[in-house]
Nanobody
């Protein structure tokens, strides 16, 4: 079994900051790319940021310069540092990871359960 658990969401005022964390646990051989997505009410889930196993990053245009993605490989954790938050950043944020499980060679995509981020005054 593999689990992804997000934390760090909450209510923040416009211009504020939050740091999301996502811990991967279970029968893991290796974690490849990891990412953060978000889904606002009535909208499709969209990419926020991704990071590869060698640290290459990619960001959705609206968060460039405000959000940073990083990972702690030893702790199987990915972070999303969100600064200068705007009301339009309000959404449920999900992490995902491409994982090779122990005793196997295939890669699988796993998702966390999501954490709510609300930006409002």
């Amino acid at each position: 079994q593999v689990q992804l658990v997000e934390s760090g969401g909450g209510l923040v005022q416009p211009g504020g900051s939050l740091r999301l964390s996502c811990v991967v646990s279970g029968s893991i051989f290796s974690i490849n790319a990891m990412g953060w997505y978000r889904q606002a009410p009535g909208k499709q889930r969209e990419l926020v940021a991704t990071i590869t196993s060698v640290g290459s990053t990619n960001f959705e245009d609206s968060v460039k310069g405000r959000f940073t993605i990083s990972r702690d490989i030893a702790k199987n954790t990915v972070f999303l540092q969100m600064n200068s938050l705007k009301p339009e950043d309000t959404a449920v944020y999900y992490c995902n990871a491409i994982i090779t499980r122990k005793y196997g060679t295939s890669q699988y995509l796993y998702w966390g359960q999501g954490t709510q981020v609300t930006v409002s005054s």
